[in-house]
């Protein structure tokens, strides 16, 4: 199986991502529907559903790109440096996220912010999403949890399957896909509606999210032909899936055939605006492609400047717009002082390593993808 060579970043996915955090910023700062005169509850769920929509496509162009890259190193070298891939993702994911949780702290120890009902350790050991986090600054590490249980596992469960065929892997990943799905059900039937010990019985459901993705990089040959003779009906059709689940009246919960197909719909979309990039050029464009960047770094520290008012004990943060302008000026910084020179110091040390093993440069050279 033959994926389209990648020479360089994915500029739509990036212009995905902003949209994407920005619909996470506007469910964090709901009270924006009330600063527009926007009314009615209808107007407040939409919001919501933009926002679990937005961390839900972050999950899918995780688990495309992550498998293409893989892929791809399998398909030139014939193996996967499991190592590298670990060394890459340490370097990129736990600096800033370490950043943000030392300044969480700093601030709840100086009497600014309220920490009464933190625990550290969940946060840091990335286990948030099965023992869910009460305080609101780090409520949002459940999302951090789910993909780094992704990066721990799967890569190694891919590795193994990429010695037999992608399709068998194909197959695996649709009965964990199917297992995720049914997880929750499936916890509150065993404990008949009661969490032991406060563990989130739903906390393998995000992970279909993922999955998918992953399911759109090993299929890529076959949805990259469909999704380029797709006009623009496609597009329109999946945002007004969107459209319908943002404005239920139910809220969050549109049924099991709704949720099951989801993931899917997200993953056609992203398919189809990777292959017409000509049409998508408001997610090339500059600020879009600003905000993807910082994406990471925004998402970690949106949650600093949208808290309930409640939540802050000195100054407050989250007055809009200035809420906003603070989100985007410390992701900024967060991004071009601590992501980005810390990815770079990981490429730094995997460059080390790899003339001490191999005098000649031997590995091939992956696109930045991620």
């Known amino acids: 199986m033959e994926l389209a060579p990648r020479t360089k970043r994915i500029k739509e996915l990036d212009g995905l991502r902003a949209i994407s955090v920005l619909l996470v910023v506007a469910y964090h700062l709901l009270n924006w529907a009330h600063i527009f005169g926007v009314p009615g509850p209808w107007a407040e769920n939409a919001i ?49 996220y370490l950043c943000y949780i030392l300044v969480i702290c700093a601030l709840g120890q100086a009497g600014f912010i309220d920490l009464s009902d933190l625990t550290l350790f969940r946060d840091i050991f990335f286990l948030s999403n ?19 249980q992704y990066y721990f596992f799967f890569p190694f469960v891919l590795w193994k399957l990429l010695q037999g065929n992608l399709r068998l892997a194909g197959i695996v990943l649709a009965g964990f896909y199917l297992f995720s799905f049914c997880s929750l059900k499936i916890a509150t039937l ?20 993922i999955v998918s993705g992953v399911l759109l990089a090993i299929n890529w040959p076959a949805i990259d032909r469909f999704a380029s003779r797709q006009n623009g009906l496609l597009p329109l059709a999946c945002l007004a899936w ?28 992203i398919a189809w605006v990777i292959c017409h990039a000509g049409a998508c050029s408001l997610l090339r464009s500059f600020p879009m492609q600003s905000i993807g960047k910082w994406s990471y770094s925004i998402y970690l520290w949106q949650q600093l400047f949208a808290a309930p008012s409640t939540r802050y004990l000195g ?39 790899d003339g001490r093993k191999h005098p000649s440069p031997a590995d091939p050279k992956l696109p930045p993808l991620s």
């Open 242 to 269: 969107f459209f319908i689940g943002g404005c239920h009246p139910g809220g969050l919960t549109l049924g099991p055939l709704f949720d099951a197909i989801e993931p899917f719909v997200i993953a056609l979309l």
């Open 315 to 353: 100054i407050k943060f989250s007055t809009f717009p200035v809420s906003l302008l603070l989100i985007l000026l410390i992701s900024a910084l967060s991004y071009h002082l601590i992501e980005r020179n810390f990815i770079a110091l990981g490429r730094r040390v995997l460059a080390k390593l």
């Open 48 to 96: 919501a559903y933009g926002g679990k929509t937005g961390v839900d496509v972050f999950f899918v162009i995780s688990g495309f790109i992550i498998t293409t890259l893989m892929i791809e190193e399998h398909q030139a070298t014939g193996e996967v440096s499991l190592f590298r891939f670990y060394i890459k993702r340490v370097f990129r994911i736990i600096p800033p």
């Open 190 to 209: 065993l404990f008949h509606g009661v969490p032991p010990l406060g563990i989130n019985l739903g906390w393998l459901y995000p992970f279909r999210y």
């Open 130 to 148: 099965i023992f869910p986090e009460h305080n609101w600054f780090l409520a949002h590490s459940w999302t951090l949890s789910v993909e780094e």
